[in-house]
């Protein structure tokens, strides 16, 4: 089995699934649907453990994430975690609901993903 196909098609399923999931948290935010909290608590939870998953096979060197772009990524989780934490996005006009709740799905599936890659990256400094 070709694990860095599955981690490949692994991480753009999660991606799917938080930019569905965040156009549902969007919705609801905007009032155009009504849920209840055990949908939002289980779609979170799905998110989190397929970036789990993805991050377990970046670790063990089985995912798409190479070492010359580990940099880059890391940047880039930093500016989705930081943009998920932001709630003004939710007030711009018409979108705003719906950006911040891709923004916030996205950071959800992107954090256990990026702790097992940092913490990866710390073990290595420290080994030498």
């Not at 779609?43 to 089985?62: H, K, Q, R």
């Not at 916030?104 to 080994?127: D, N, R, S, T």
């Amino acid at each position: 089995m070709d694990w860095k196909k599955v981690s490949g098609w692994l991480f753009l399923l999660g991606i799917v699934i938080a930019i569905i999931a965040g156009l549902i948290f969007g919705a609801t935010d905007a009032g155009k649907i009504d849920y209840n909290k055990d949908l939002k608590g289980g779609l979170e939870v799905i998110l989190g453990l397929i970036g789990f998953v993805a991050g377990i096979l970046a670790i063990m060197g089985l995912g798409t994430i190479t070492e010359k772009e580990m940099p880059t990524f890391m940047m880039s989780v930093i500016i989705i975690i930081a943009l998920s934490a932001v709630t003004t996005l939710g007030d711009v006009r018409w979108f705003g609901p719906y950006l911040e709740g891709i923004v916030y799905a996205l950071g959800i599936f992107i954090a256990p993903l990026a702790g097992l890659i940092a913490i990866k990256a710390i073990w290595e400094i420290g080994k030498d």
